[in-house]
């Protein structure tokens, strides 16, 4: 099951950030995400920018397995990827 939804991302700051902010909307913890860009992993003290992320973009999260997994909805747990698209003010 792949889950969909835009956000808005800010292209300066760090993915780490990212992913925390993430965290807070899906409840999937930013330890347990792995993001990719046109199938490269993402480095989490990049910025999207530097990935060559731009506006509306699409940018994969996959969660990790691990033993906080089990605190999630079983939803959260069937998910098997969520996609987010970027969206940026100029």
Do not use: C, Y
Not at 55 to 60: A, L, R, T
Request: hydrophobic share 40%.
């Amino acid at each position: 099951m792949v889950t969909h939804f835009d956000m808005d991302l800010n292209p300066t700051v760090p993915v780490r950030q990212l992913k925390e902010e993430l965290a807070v909307q899906v409840g999937l913890p930013a330890s347990h995400q792995q993001w990719f860009f046109r199938n490269q992993l993402l480095n989490d003290e990049h910025t999207l920018e530097r990935a060559g992320v731009i506006h509306d973009s699409i940018v994969e999260v996959r969660p990790l397995p691990g033993p906080s997994r089990s605190a999630l909805s079983p939803a959260e747990l069937s998910a098997e990827a969520f996609t987010t698209e970027t969206t940026r003010e100029v």
